[in-house]
Each structure stands twice: as C-alpha cells, then as structure tokens.
C-alpha cells in the first residue's frame, strides 16, 4: 500500500480516537478537520505525503482561519488553494460554534501563522514540488477547542484529565508518521509541538529541532520572523543560505 494510502487510513484512526474524547467548560465547541474536511486534508497527504521526507516541520493544532477552513496544516486559504493547488468541498462541523463559522474554502479570514510560513516557503523554494521533495507539514493535535465566547484554547491549556487521553493519541499518530515518512528530522514549530516530539518520540532514531511559530502573538515572530527562523534551521544544518 502507498505511504500516502496508510498515512490516511492512520489519519481515520486519529479521527476516531480524538471524536471519542470529552471536554467539559470552559471548551463549549470542539472542531475536527480531518473529519469535516476530509477531502482536501486526504488530497493534501495524497500528493506531497506519498514518500520518505528528511524533515517533518511540526504545529500544535489548527487555527480557526487556517487548518480548521481548509483541512491543511498551516492552511491559509489563499496559499492551499493558489499555491499547493488543493480545494474541495468542506462540510459543516455538527456542532460549529456561531462566532466560528467553518465556510471552508469561501472563508474570507486569513490566518497570520500560515501566511507566515507557507509564504516563506513558497519565496524560498518557488514550487511546491521542490519543497515537498524533503520537507513535510502535520499538526500534532488535529483539534480545535473554543470557549463559549469563541475564544480559542490550545492543548496545552486543557486541565491534565483531558489532555492527557488527547496526548496519548496525538502521541501514537506521530509515533505512526514517523514511522512512514522515516524523517531524519523533526522540526517543532514553537515550543509545545518540539515538546510533544521529544515526549513522543523518545528512543527514536530521529533528530528534533525548533522554529520560532509564526503566530502575531508572539511579539519576535512580528519582527522579522523569516530571518530569525531561517538562522535557527542554519545552526540546526537545515538551510544552507
């Protein structure tokens, strides 16, 4: 069987597992992506996760205006649909909170963390070919969490009796990716997923590394977040200009 054909039958576990879960308050809506999105979450595996990849970079878990729209990590609309050429249908989740509306592809929000990095990317490989040649993009929770107000919450922030199920499974998946990608590196986007890597991952042969996250609401990404990153992947041998 393809890579990509088991990476999407392991994404169906995870989705099942994660669905099995509760959350109580403060969390009110729940989202999951690779559920509602399907389609272009599998078509995005499909195309750029069908072999081997030296370095796997790591999120945390998908943004409202980015992965939880279009099913891609990172997945700011205008780069999932212009530049990595993925669009499909998107359903409704079945309890979507009023102040999050899910319109998938039609949605006119841009998420800043992956304008940031699919950006960069695209202005330093120039194809996403070229890119997708070593290099990977997942999530290590494919979750969304809101609050009643619609105020987003990430893992992290979970108390321990829930978040630690979630981790588990989170946990497996990766162990599982690695396993069929067989990265030499895995590359945490901010502190959280390089922390889940070095949990997950202990005893594995692969090297884990970290990048600043592109979110705007760390004061050092709104500076000059390409530059600073592309240094941190320099000492880590992992760009060369």
Known sequence: MPVADRL????????????????????THVYNPIAYAARPHNAY?????DAKR?????????????????????????????WLGIEGRVDVPEHEHPKRPVQGFACTRSEVSGARLWGAIA??????????????????????FMEASGRNCTP??????????????CDHFLSRLVELLEP????????????RAREALAGADVQIGQILHPSPANPR???DWTGE?????????????
């Open 221 to 223: 990404a709104n500076k």
């Open 156 to 169: 992290d922030k979970l108390p321990a009796p829930e978040r630690e199920p979630l981790f588990e499974r």
């Open 8 to 27: 999407i039958r392991a994404t169906r576990t995870l989705r099942r597992d994660v669905d099995s879960l509760y959350f109580g308050a403060p969390i």
């Open 45 to 49: 595996l499909r195309r750029y996760a």
């Open 123 to 144: 202005e330093h490989f120039g194809t996403p070919e070229r890119f997708f040649r070593h290099h990977f993009i997942a999530n290590y929770c494919p979750l969304v």
């Open 54 to 82: 030296r370095v796997v970079f790591l999120g945390m878990n998908p943004g409202p205006y980015g992965m939880a729209q279009t099913g891609v990590p990172f997945g700011e609309i205008a780069r999932v649909r212009d």
């Open 229 to 241: 990153v592309r240094g941190q992947l320099r000492a880590l041998g992992l760009c060369r200009d």
């Open 184 to 195: 030499e590196w895995i590359v945490g986007v901010g502190a959280f997923a390089t922390g």
